[in-house]
């Protein structure tokens, strides 16, 4: 609700919920990820008034992420009940990881929101600098709540 008002430049929006959907642990079911990215979507789309716009770019990225998270599995695997975070993972390997599906989530979004593309040009600069604000505002989050690893 507080970083629905937060607005870069008319253009870039921050969509902080997705971090909740992409921390969810990598062993979980693709149907219990897709009820959880419906669940938090819907609750989304109540507060933004979006008629399910939140629940089917979220139902999607919850569809996409364990193949995705399947293409980009480190090397020896993920350990049971592991979380995708930069402290288990690493900088590099979490901002490969959410950075295409937190951009399919708000291309589907704002392309869904614009009702087709009509407004190509300007709601894929929307998709690409709301990304860009919100990846930024997830890795802020990473970094303050979680721990370095210690050596």
Not at 38 to 66: E, K, P, Q
Not at 125 to 148: G, N, P
């Amino acid at each position: 609700m507080i970083l629905q008002n937060v607005v870069l430049f008319d253009s870039a929006f921050c969509f902080l919920y997705v971090a909740f959907i992409l921390l969810l642990p990598v062993d979980m079911s693709v149907l219990a990820l897709m009820a959880l990215g419906f669940i938090t979507g819907f609750t989304v789309d109540i507060f933004y008034n979006s008629m399910g716009i939140h629940a089917s770019a979220c139902v999607f990225i919850m569809f996409i992420r364990n193949y995705w998270l399947n293409l980009i599995t480190p090397q020896g695997g993920y350990d049971s009940g592991a979380m995708p975070s930069i402290e288990l993972n690493g900088w590099q390997w979490f901002f490969g990881y959410a950075l295409p599906l937190v951009l399919v989530h708000h291309l589907i979004l704002f392309f869904v929101e614009a009702f087709g593309f009509g407004l190509f040009g300007f709601t894929l600069w929307k998709a690409i600098l709301s990304t860009i604000f919100t990846m930024v505002i997830i890795l802020i989050v990473q970094f303050i709540f979680y721990k370095r690893k210690r050596s």
